[in-house]
């Protein structure tokens, strides 16, 4: 499976999940379905419907202190996502020009151990440095 693919499908199901429980719930919501009314639209309705149910579940989640649950909504949207673009590549642009859209309204958090990214580019005889934190460079 091409990375890209599988990076973007993640994003996308963790951005919803992180949404689900925001005002911008509804803008993201309707984001993603349209991709499927387009693409996929004979499952364009039970989308919609999943996504609520899904929505129902984490705000029962959150309010318990099931932060396992929050995991798996975000694992099985990401699946979702990830099945739609393999079906359909030509998806790609218009999901992340969605994802592009709502990622100002994601809440400010820090994100937990284990879920940073970084990418570095250097060209020439140019060098990159990157830390998730500590960092002691000794060169001569």
Same mark, same amino acid.
């Given at each position: 499976?091409d990375?890209?693919i599988?990076d973007?499908?993640?994003t996308?199901?963790?951005?919803?999940?992180? @949404?689900m429980a925001?005002?911008?719930?509804?803008?993201?919501?309707?984001? @993603?379905?349209?991709?499927w009314?387009?693409?996929?639209?004979n499952?364009a309705?039970?989308?919609?419907e999943?996504f609520?149910?899904?929505?129902?579940? $984490? $705000? @029962?989640?959150? &309010?318990?202190?099931?932060?396992?649950?929050?995991?798996?909504?975000?694992a099985?949207?990401?699946?979702?996502?990830?099945?739609?673009?393999?079906?359909q590549? &030509?998806?790609?642009?218009?999901l992340?020009?969605?994802?592009?859209?709502?990622?100002?309204?994601?809440?400010?958090?820090?994100?937990?151990?284990?879920?940073?990214?970084?990418?570095?580019?250097?060209?020439?005889?140019?060098?990159?440095?990157?830390?998730?934190?500590?960092?002691?460079?000794? &060169?001569?």
């Open positions: 499976m990375p890209q599988a973007l499908a993640r996308a199901g963790t951005t919803m999940v992180t @949404l925001t005002t911008a719930w509804e803008s993201a919501r309707d984001g @993603l379905v349209s991709l009314q387009r693409f996929q639209p499952r309705d039970g989308i919609g999943e609520e149910a899904s929505r129902d579940d $984490l $705000l @029962l989640a959150r &309010e318990t202190g099931d932060a396992e649950s929050e995991a798996e909504l975000a099985e949207w990401q699946g979702r996502v990830r099945r739609l673009l393999m079906a590549p &030509e998806v790609a642009d218009e992340r020009r969605i994802l592009d859209e709502l990622n100002p309204r994601l809440p400010d958090q820090r994100p937990a151990v284990g879920e940073i990214r970084m990418t570095a580019e250097a060209s020439g005889s140019g060098r990159v440095y990157q830390a998730g934190r500590d960092q002691h460079i000794s &060169e001569r």
